[in-house]
Structures are given as structure tokens and as C-alpha cells.
């Protein structure tokens, strides 16, 4: 997908599913558009949600939106993502590009399935997997996920994300901590907080073309056309609501294709107001393309 002088590569990494828990104020009996629990988003009883970085290349830059859940990693309050095997020059191969290329890693929040490909196992040690790049964070995560942070109590396994991906880039000076209103070459840091208290989307906008990278201000599509229900994820309930009505109707009113970080599909969804709401356009299967 070309967005003005940046082409767009989805890199996905791994597919994990999950059961009507995922929506926990949700009735699925009240659910009547046939898109909505369907391949490829829900199958067999479940969702499905994909995880995968999204890459943009164009104007001397080579940028990375999210780094996925990693391998390797040590995760046992996250068994989805618990010592996962994979390669790092696997997953960008299909991009054309090597870990020595990127210029720019854009994190939109700290979890766990965003940061893991920050660093790779060296010689024995968590290393920066792009070490040229410059790593752009939330200031606002940087101090709501560091360690003296927690609060008492916490299990300590909860800190391991830090200590594993984050903490290596802040060691070696590869951190740049930024805020709403800040700008990574193209992209346009806006305020996507809900998901998580510091969360940011990234806005691209080129030459009368648009995509708006929203991280987690939803999970599935059903919450487009239903924006006031939230996943369990969501740390900020009534926050997560107002954010993800504001960055649909953002969408809407600029013609951007969504991207969000969990939606099975090789590229976004079109989303336009319906009354009061939002409805969305899928892409064409490559099956049914002219």
C-alpha cells in the first residue's frame, strides 16, 4: 500500500485467538452483521487477532510502527507470547529491508506484543535488534511502565518487558521520549489514550492520501461500529470510548485507511460516518481484484 511517498508493508508476526471474554460487557447474541464474526476475524467460536509491525519506506527513511511480541522472551504472565520462536530477518524479508536499514522505531505503547523485537538474544544478552535506529516512546509510558513506578506488591514477572526490550535501548541512548503533536519524519504522534494511559497513534498524511496507525483504540471491527465497547484490555474504560470515537471520526473525515495493530487483513479498513455513528468498507480479496 502507497501512502503518498511512503509505501506501507504489514509484517505479520503471529495469530493468537481468544473466546467472548475478550469483550466482557459484550452479548454476541445482540451481534447481527455477518462481518463482524467472520474469517478472518472470528472463526470457530473466537477471535482472532493478528500480531504484526507495520513498515513504512520512503524519503531516505525506513520506519517500523510497533515491534511485536519478539522471540526468546521470557513471559509467564503472558503464556501467548512465552519463549516464541521466530527470526528477525524472516519477518522483515518481505519488506526488502535488513534490522541495519531502519531508522525508526515508533512504539505506541509499552505491552508486551509491541515491544518484543526492540532487542534480540547477542551473546548472551538482550541487545538492540536496530541499532541505528532511533526508538521514539511515549514519555507517558516511559514513566507509567518503569519499575520504581509499581506500585508495592506488584509481581516482579510483570516488569520483565522492561527489563528485557526497553531497558537495553535506554542503556545504549537509542531513546527519544515524545508526547501528542510531535512528529517522527512523516508520521504525527496523536493522543490515543485508553488502551493504556499513555498510548499515541501515528497519523500519515501525503499528497491527499492518509492512514492512521491506531495501535489498540480497538481490537476487533465490531468496536467501529459499536465504539462504546471495550476489550479487556483497556485500562481506561470511559477514556478508551472517547478516544476511539474521536480517532474513527479523525478517519472518517479524512479519508484514512485504519490500521490498526490487531486486525487480520494485509492492509486497512475504510471507515466512514453512518448517522451517528460509523460503518467501514473491507478490502477486496487479491481473488476479486479486475
Not at 62 to 75: C, E, N, Q, S, T
Not at 113 to 125: A, K, N, S
Not at 213 to 222: E, R
Not at 240 to 257: E, Q, Y
Request: aromatic share 6%; glycine share 8%; hydrophobic share 45%.
Amino acid at each position: 500500500m502507497r501512502i503518498g511517498n511512503f509505501e506501507v508493508t504489514r509484517l505479520p508476526e503471529l495469530v493468537v485467538t481468544e473466546g467472548a471474554g475478550l469483550f466482557p460487557e459484550l452479548d454476541l447474541a445482540t451481534v447481527t452483521d455477518p462481518r463482524l464474526l467472520a474469517p478472518p476475524f472470528h472463526d470457530g467460536g473466537l477471535f482472532r487477532s493478528s500480531i504484526h509491525l507495520w513498515l513504512l519506506q520512503g524519503e531516505g527513511r525506513v520506519i517500523l510502527v510497533d515491534a511485536g511480541a519478539g522471540a526468546g522472551k521470557d513471559r509467564p504472565l503472558s503464556p501467548r507470547f512465552h519463549r516464541l520462536e521466530g527470526r528477525l530477518d524472516r519477518l522483515l524479508a518481505p519488506a526488502g529491508v535488513t534490522a541495519a536499514q531502519v531508522t525508526d522505531v515508533a512504539l505506541t505503547h509499552l505491552h508486551v506484543d509491541h515491544v518484543g523485537w526492540c532487542t534480540t538474544r547477542q551473546d548472551g544478552e538482550w541487545r538492540p535488534s536496530f541499532p541505528t535506529a532511533r526508538h521514539w516512546i511515549p514519555a507517558a509510558e516511559l514513566a507509567a511502565f518503569a519499575p520504581e513506578a509499581a506500585p508495592p506488591g506488584k509481581d516482579p514477572r510483570a516488569h520483565l518487558p522492561w527489563q528485557d526490550s526497553i531497558a537495553p535501548l535506554l542503556a545504549a541512548g537509542l531513546v527519544t521520549p515524545i508526547a501528542p503533536g510531535d512528529r517522527i519524519g512523516p508520521l504525527l504522534a496523536l493522543e490515543a489514550a485508553g488502551h493504556t494511559a499513555g498510548q499515541l497513534a501515528f497519523l500519515l498524511e501525503q499528497q491527499a492520501a492518509a492512514a492512521l496507525f491506531a495501535a489498540d483504540m480497538l481490537h476487533q471491527p465490531l468496536q467501529i461500529l459499536l465504539p462504546q465497547v471495550n476489550s479487556r484490555y483497556c485500562a481506561l474504560p470511559e477514556t478508551a470510548v472517547a478516544t476511539r470515537r474521536r480517532l474513527l471520526a479523525l478517519a472518517a473525515d479524512r479519508g484514512a485507511v485504519l490500521l490498526p495493530a490487531h486486525f487480520d487483513l494485509p492492509c486497512g479498513v475504510l471507515v466512514r460516518r453512518a448517522g451517528a455513528g460509523f460503518d467501514f468498507t473491507l478490502p477486496r480479496p487479491a481473488s476479486s481484484a479486475p
